[in-house]
C-alpha cells in the first residue's frame, strides 16, 4: 500500500525567508509525486509533479520541490515567502506500476502554512 | 484551462434524505473522482470512474453511491443522508494515464441535521 506523510500540521515562516514544507512517501517501485495547494474554502489546485528526470522540479507561483529518492522525500520549497502563500498544502503519490489502486492518488493529511508579515 | 464545476458550494440536508451531488468537467477526461475532506484526515477517496458507466470503490465507499452515464458528468449519491456525512466533498478529474495530475472542482461543503 503506498502512503504519504506530511510530518507538520503547520508550519509558520515570515514573510521574504525561505520556507519548505515537508513530505515523505512510500510506494512500491518509482513513484510519481505532486503538490497540491487549497486556499480557503476552495478545491485543490495543482502546484507541480514529478515524474522522471530531473530531481528538481518547478511549478507554479515560484514553487518548487526536490525529489530524493533514498530519502524518499519530496519536500516543498520557496526561496521567499509572500503572505498570499498562506494556504493548505497537500502532497500526494502514486505508484508508476500498474496493478490495483494505480488510479488512486494518495494524499497526505495536509500542511498549513502561515507566512507572517 | 481545465474546468470542474460541482452543482452545489454550500447544501445542508436533513438525515435520512437522499442527496444528489453533480460533477461535471469539460476536458473530455476519461477519469473522474470524488473524495471527501474532514480536519485531520486531509483527503480520503470515497469512489472513482476511470470510464463511462464504469466504477470502483475507493477507500471509504459505505453509504454513498455513483453514477456515471456521460463522460463529462460524474454524480455522488448518499443514499439516506447521516450526521457523520457531513463534511467538504470534492470532484476531481484527469487525462488517463497514471503521470497525469487531478484537477479539481470548488467543492461542496455538506451538511447533515
Known amino acids: 500500500a503506498q502512503s504519504v506523510a506530511q510530518p507538520e500540521d503547520q508550519v509558520n515562516v515570515a514573510e521574504g525567508n525561505p520556507l519548505t514544507v515537508k513530505c515523505t512517501y512510500s510506494?512500491?517501485?518509482?513513484?510519481?509525486l505532486f503538490w497540491y495547494v487549497q486556499y480557503p474554502n476552495r478545491g485543490l489546485q495543482f502546484l507541480l509533479k514529478y515524474i522522471t528526470g530531473d530531481n528538481l522540479v518547478k511549478g507554479s507561483y515560484g514553487f518548487e520541490a526536490e525529489f530524493n529518492k533514498s530519502q524518499t522525500s519530496f519536500h516543498l520549497k520557496k526561496p521567499s515567502a509572500l503572505v498570499s502563500d498562506s494556504a493548505l498544502y497537500f502532497c500526494a503519490v502514486r505508484a508508476v506500476q500498474s496493478g490495483a489502486g494505480s488510479y488512486q492518488l494518495t494524499f497526505g493529511k495536509g500542511t498549513k502554512l502561515s507566512v507572517i508579515p | 484551462d481545465v474546468k470542474v464545476t460541482q452543482s452545489s458550494r454550500y447544501l445542508v440536508k436533513r438525515t435520512g434524505e437522499k442527496v444528489f451531488l453533480e460533477c461535471v468537467q469539460d476536458m473530455d477526461h476519461e477519469n473522474m473522482f470524488w473524495y471527501r475532506q474532514d480536519p485531520g484526515l486531509g483527503l480520503r477517496l470515497i469512489y472513482f470512474s476511470y470510464d463511462v458507466k464504469m466504477k470502483e470503490k475507493g477507500d471509504i465507499p459505505e453509504g454513498y453511491s455513483v453514477s456515471r452515464e456521460k463522460k463529462e458528468r460524474f454524480s455522488l449519491i448518499l443514499e439516506s443522508a447521516s450526521t457523520n456525512q457531513t463534511s467538504m466533498y470534492l470532484c476531481?478529474?484527469?487525462?488517463?494515464?497514471?503521470?497525469?495530475?487531478?484537477?479539481f472542482g470548488p467543492g461542496t461543503r455538506l451538511t447533515v441535521t
Open positions: 476531481a478529474s484527469r487525462q488517463s494515464g497514471r503521470k497525469y495530475e487531478q484537477y
Open positions: 510506494v512500491s517501485g518509482n513513484p510519481y
